[in-house]
C-alpha cells in the first residue's frame, strides 16, 4: 500500500488507477484474514491482479482499438494474421473478425486487380 500511494504521490499513477489497486489490495487482505481465520475454507482469488498493471493504472481489461483493422487494410491475409495474434488475447472476436477482414480484402482486391488488369490489357491489339 505505501509503495502504491508513492507511486500516486510522484504522479506514476491517476486516483482513479490509486483508488481500484487500493480496493483490489484490501479485498484481497480481508480474504487471506478469513483464509486465516478459517484454514478449512476454500481460499480462490476470482479476480486476476498483477502488480505491473496496478502499479502503471493500466487497466487490463482494456479492449484494442479498431485502428487495428487498419493492418488487414493495407496488408491483407497477412495483416489478418498480423492483428488476430495481435488482439486475440483481448478480445477474441476483434480477433476473428480481423482474420475474416484480411481474407475478404484479399479476395476482394484479387478479383479488381484481375478485371482491371484484363481491361487494359484488351485495349492492346494482339
Known amino acids: 500500500m505505501e509503495e502504491l500511494a508513492n507511486l500516486f504521490a ?6 482513479q488507477a490509486y ?18 481465520g478459517n484454514p478449512n475454507a476454500a481460499f480462490s482469488v476470482s479476480e486476476p491482479f498483477s502488480a505491473k498493471s496496478a502499479e502503471f493504472g493500466i ?9 487495428w483493422y487498419l493492418v ?27 482474420l475474416f477482414f484480411g481474407i475478404v480484402w484479399t479476395v476482394v482486391l484479387t478479383i479488381f486487380y484481375y478485371a482491371l488488369i484484363t481491361a487494359l490489357l484488351s485495349r492492346f491489339p494482339r
Open 10 to 15: 510522484d504522479g506514476k499513477i491517476g486516483e
Open 19 to 36: 483508488a481500484t489497486a487500493a480496493r483490489t489490495i484490501e479485498k484481497r487482505l480481508a480474504r487471506i484474514n478469513q483464509a486465516k
Open 59 to 67: 487497466d487490463t481489461n482494456e479492449k484494442p482499438t479498431t485502428l
Open 72 to 98: 488487414p487494410f493495407f496488408f491483407g491475409i497477412i495483416g489478418g494474421l498480423v492483428g488476430y495474434v495481435g488482439t486475440k488475447d483481448e478480445d477474441e472476436d476483434m480477433a476473428n473478425g480481423l
